[in-house]
């Protein structure tokens, strides 16, 4: 990894601010949201296990100590809309040597279908490529994800026409993946 990425891949240079939503590390006080989300039946049904309670905050625990690293490989980071949690995004499978970087969202109930997914995952597809404007942003998906593959083709990603979950976006002319 050379110096430019070591420098970016701190988690301080990933608050980001939009019109409606604050995006900044997670932090301890985010220990319940990250139990609504990971341990929700109906959250988790397209992302992974869901967690029973003191698998969640173990996981929280380990995320809070990823966080800290710098560089980072991994990065967790909160949502936060009029001061209330709303959700979590991160960067996922960092990875220096390819220069790839996946990037992926969940979002609490109440936020859903009000444009702030499609806000935040902007926002950070955006800050993503100015920290590594080299870097190679992908998102694997479920496509049975409706609401997903809706979002990400609202936001202007294309499919990988040999893979159906991954997703691309247009970067300086160039299909990268999402």
């Given amino acids: 990894m050379n110096t430019d990425w070591q420098l970016a891949a701190k988690a301080e ?25 990971y341990t929700n039946t109906e959250t988790m049904v397209f992302v992974g296990e869901t967690l029973q309670a003191e ?19 991994r990065l967790f980071l909160t949502i936060v809309e009029q001061g209330r949690c709303a959700g979590l995004c991160a960067i996922n499978q960092w990875n220096s040597e390819t220069a790839q970087v996946e990037v992926g969202i969940m979002l609490l109930r109440p936020w859903h279908g009000q444009g702030y997914a499609a806000e935040a995952l902007a926002a950070l597809i955006q800050r993503v490529q100015q920290q590594f404007y080299t870097a190679v942003i992908k998102g694997d998906l479920d496509p049975e994800n ?20 991954t997703y691309w976006v247009k970067h300086n002319d160039a299909l990268v993946p999402f």
Avoid: E, H, W
């Fill in 146 to 165: 409706k609401a997903a593959v809706q979002l990400v083709v609202k936001t202007g990603f294309q499919p990988d026409l040999n893979c159906s979950r």
């Fill in 55 to 73: 698998k969640a905050k173990n996981s929280f625990q380990i995320a809070l100590r990823l966080n800290a690293k710098t560089p980072f490989k």
């Fill in 13 to 37: 240079n990933f608050v980001i601010t939009t019109s409606r939503l604050l995006i900044r590390p997670l932090t301890q006080q985010d220990l319940q949201l990250y139990l609504d989300l």
